[in-house]
């Protein structure tokens, strides 16, 4: 994963609302919920959850799949992973010495 597509799928997780709904189809597992299910959880306007839906999906951290007329979301919960695995990848590995630091001058 590229410091670009971390902070794509973070930045979308940054949202209050797009948290809320990651949290919830999290919770659903993997069957996922439907538009109106994840509507009537979270009690949030039918076009500010499709606002907020598209954004998730652009950054691939929802999946969606049409039923009929029913649109099924699904967490990928390989994309969360790979963010969680992205943040801790260098974990406790130190830090190398930055140029210009009051160290350097001693």
Do not use: W, Y
Not at 23 to 44: C, F, N, T, W, Y
Not at 51 to 70: I, M, N, P, S, Y
């Amino acid at each position: 994963m590229t410091l670009d597509e971390a902070a794509d799928k973070l930045a979308q997780l940054g949202n209050r609302a797009r948290l809320e709904i990651m949290r919830l189809l999290i919770k659903a597992g993997p069957d996922g919920l439907s538009v109106g299910e994840i509507q009537a959880h979270l009690g949030m306007p039918a076009s500010t959850l499709a606002f907020h839906l598209r954004g998730l999906v652009a950054a691939h951290l929802v999946t969606q799949t049409k039923d009929g007329r029913t649109v099924l979301c699904r967490p990928c919960f390989e994309a969360v992973t790979d963010v969680i695995a992205f943040l801790r990848q260098e974990c406790c590995t130190g830090l190398p010495a930055a140029a210009g630091t009051a160290r350097d001058a001693a």
